[in-house]
């Protein structure tokens, strides 16, 4: 009975897919997924960022463990997180978030959308990340639809910063 109260229920099926062993909470995180989208509305903003972290992160350490399917169903609740704006805080994207969109999107081939996405959303970067988070981006963008001059072109110009993005640009 106490699964009929929106907040318990999210918070249960949360645990229960997050604890369970790898490739069997799935049932728990598509009525989890399902919850937060119906009960949206009933929380406040910073509390419902958690609970969709939540989501996220269940998809993220079953992908970690092999479950590539699990892939789309991240990339669409980051597409659902950036449209409904759960993942901008005060008027702000995290350069996390902006990269591991930008690397989902483009491993699934989201070609397109991901164009739009960088267009889109790169001004909620924190301007001291914006340049080289963007410019990456394109790069990674392009050297993934195999356009190699322009993605050289980018990468040339450029002296990045941040370690894991100066590591994948120098695998480019």
């Given at each position: 009975?106490?699964?009929?109260?929106?907040?318990i229920?999210?918070?249960?099926?949360?645990?229960?897919?997050?604890?369970?062993?790898?490739?069997?909470?799935?049932?728990?995180?598509?009525?989890?997924?399902?919850?937060?989208?119906e009960?949206?509305?009933?929380?406040?903003?910073?509390?419902?960022?958690?609970?969709?972290?939540?989501?996220?992160?269940?998809?993220?350490?079953?992908?970690?463990?092999?479950?590539?399917?699990?892939?789309?169903?991240?990339?669409?609740?980051?597409?659902?997180?950036?449209?409904?704006?759960?993942?901008?805080?005060?008027?702000?994207?995290?350069?996390?978030?902006?990269?591991?969109?930008?690397?989902?999107?483009?491993?699934?081939?989201?070609?397109?959308?991901?164009?739009?996405?960088?267009?889109?959303?790169?001004?909620?970067l924190?301007?001291?990340?914006?340049d080289?988070?963007v410019?990456?981006?394109?790069?990674?963008?392009?050297?993934?639809?195999?356009?190699?001059?322009?993605?050289?072109?980018?990468?040339?110009?450029?002296?990045?910063?941040?370690?894991?993005?100066?590591?994948?640009?120098?695998?480019?």
């Amino acid at each position: 009975d106490l699964l009929h109260y929106p907040a318990i229920a999210i918070y249960f099926y949360g645990y229960q897919a997050i604890t369970s062993p790898i490739g069997t909470g799935d049932e728990y995180f598509v009525k989890l997924r399902d919850a937060i989208w119906e009960h949206i509305r009933l929380f406040p903003r910073y509390e419902l960022k958690d609970i969709y972290l939540m989501s996220v992160n269940y998809c993220v350490a079953q992908i970690n463990a092999g479950r590539n399917p699990m892939r789309a169903e991240l990339f669409d609740l980051y597409k659902k997180g950036i449209d409904s704006q759960i993942l901008i805080e005060n008027n702000t994207l995290s350069h996390f978030t902006f990269r591991n969109i930008v690397n989902l999107g483009t491993a699934l081939r989201q070609f397109d959308w991901i164009q739009s996405f960088i267009d889109q959303y790169q001004k909620f970067l924190a301007p001291k990340y914006k340049d080289t988070f963007v410019q990456f981006s394109m790069a990674k963008l392009h050297f993934t639809k195999r356009e190699y001059d322009q993605a050289l072109q980018l990468l040339a110009q450029s002296d990045f910063d941040d370690i894991l993005i100066n590591l994948s640009a120098k695998t480019m």
